[in-house]
């Protein structure tokens, strides 16, 4: 049951670019939605989140847009620059009545990869 | 940076044997999760951890897993006997459990242990 999906396994941008990443999903009761980045042989590390009730949210060259009604939401990055280079994950999970509780369901991940 | 550790960083077991993965949260967050990646899968939730109980699990947390917080600072996960789909990169994460509308606080994930089961 893919709840979140990651469609392109992988994207190469040239240094500079801007680097789009995509992730769609099938669960309306999502409250929240994060972007992971994840080095090899380190654990994801958070980089930007939006709620549900917005739908785009800011932080440098970071950007995230969230399109409900598509059930679509992507990653904006630019400049991108050769440290950008990770794999990247979608997560989202419902607040529900679990507050404070972070189940996060993941995405398969998109491998970018920044050409200096 | 704060951070959330984990120990050992490769654990290789032999089927059947006993496992436990060790990991110290941060250490003002109130909930505390295992996660797993199987090589080449998506990150999968397997069970979080308020209060001193567990506040939910997924479907793969079977009777075979168990969580415990035997300190006021370690937080680990045993799996009683282990299977040859037990091998994955096993991940603890915690966050601080409070939550406004505007999200600003994220889950810390530690670096994660890479269990072989053979």
């Known amino acids: 049951d893919q709840q979140v999906k990651q469609n392109s396994p992988s994207l190469s941008v040239q240094e500079g670019r801007i680097s789009i990443l995509n992730c769609d999903y099938t669960n309306s009761m999502f409250d929240y939605f994060l972007w992971y980045k994840k080095y090899p042989a380190e654990g994801p590390t958070f980089l930007i989140s939006i709620s549900s009730i917005k739908d785009k949210n800011e932080d440098g060259r970071f950007t995230v847009f969230l399109n409900k009604s598509a059930k679509h939401l992507s990653l904006h990055i630019v400049p991108s620059q050769p440290g950008d280079s990770a794999v990247y994950f979608c997560?989202?999970?419902?607040?529900?009545?679990?507050?404070?509780?972070?189940?996060?369901?993941f995405g398969t991940g998109t491998r970018l990869t920044i050409i200096p | 940076e704060p951070e959330v550790t984990q120990t050992p960083s490769h654990q290789v077991t032999q089927m059947g044997q006993e496992v436990i993965l060790r990991c110290v949260p941060i250490s003002n967050h109130l909930y505390f999760y295992w996660y797993r990646q199987i090589l080449g899968q998506k990150v999968e939730f397997l069970v979080s951890f308020y209060n001193n109980e567990i506040s939910e699990k997924s479907e793969i947390f079977d009777d075979q897993f168990s969580v415990e917080r035997p300190d006021g600072s370690n937080f680990t996960l045993k799996i009683r006997s282990t299977k040859l789909e037990d091998s994955a990169m096993y991940f603890c994460a915690s966050s601080e459990g409070l939550r406004a509308r505007t999200y600003n606080s994220p889950l810390h994930f530690g670096n994660g242990t890479r269990l072989t089961v053979t």
């Open positions: 997560a989202a999970f419902r607040e529900g009545s679990n507050f404070g509780n972070e189940k996060l369901t």
